[in-house]
């Protein structure tokens, strides 16, 4: 089946250094991708959705700027927090749609952020 | 937008019996509702899933009902079975390619 391999699956890193998470489909092209953050017993919550070859769509109330998503390719998009802050700590999972109608979506398996 | 609201929040079940967690949503025009399972730090795993179209699905002990009219789906686990204790979570979409909106999740305990 479809197979989302996502990196890393945990980091830490120190306030004000930025981190890159990368989300790449293996054996398919993932034109959509999304973004989840997750916090402890909580659900998860879509951040943004990005798009091969265009801007990505923020929810609102996520800050574009500090969240850098970018879909360069057909098979890999990246999100990167930027001057990490504590609060920016959580757990990110990435999502891609499958490429038919009625496929379901392949998650990644999740990065742990800690920023101290 | 699309609202899911899951209950109950937390399930104690003894091993062999069985297990519903209920789902509703709020857009009718959610088709495609799937049902996923989470362990502690790794990402959510479809169990299953059922779109608009049909009113059951079973696959071995899970099985999932959807209810059109009154907009709610359920999850079934019967003979649980105590590797079935994780968090579980429903989702609504309006199609390929949209996003999925998640209920609140709930925390799954098989008791041996």
């Known amino acids: 089946g479809a197979v989302v391999s996502q990196h890393p699956s945990r980091v830490i890193c120190k306030s004000g250094t930025s981190v890159k998470i990368e989300c790449r489909s293996l054996?398919?092209?993932?034109?959509?991708m999304f973004w989840y953050r997750q916090f402890p017993k909580k659900s998860l919550m879509l951040m943004a959705t990005s798009n091969e070859g265009s801007k990505a769509t923020y929810e609102q109330g996520v800050e574009k700027d500090k969240f850098l998503i970018n879909h360069a390719s057909l098979t890999l998009s990246t999100l990167t927090v930027t001057s990490a802050h504590p609060e920016d700590s959580s757990f990110y999972i990435c999502?891609?749609?499958?490429?038919?109608?009625?496929?379901?979506?392949?998650f990644g398996s999740g990065t742990r952020l800690t920023v101290v | 937008g699309e609202n899911v609201e899951q209950h109950p929040s937390t399930l104690s079940v003894q091993e062999g019996d069985s297990a519903v967690i209920k789902c509703t949503y709020s857009?009718?025009?959610?088709?495609?509702f799937p049902w996923y399972k989470q362990e502690l730090g790794k990402g959510p795993q479809l169990i299953i899933d059922i779109r608009s179209n049909v009113g059951e699905k079973k696959d071995q002990r899970i099985a999932v009902t959807l209810n059109k009219t009154a907009k709610h789906f359920s999850l079934h686990i019967t003979e649980t079975q105590p590797e079935d204790s994780a968090v579980y979570f429903c989702a609504a979409s309006t199609g390929s390619a949209r996003q999925l909106t998640f209920g609140s999740g709930t925390q799954l305990t098989v008791l041996p």
């Open positions: 054996d398919f092209q993932a034109t959509t």
């Open positions: 857009d009718s025009a959610s088709n495609y």
């Open positions: 999502s891609a749609p499958g490429q038919g109608r009625f496929d379901g979506y392949t």
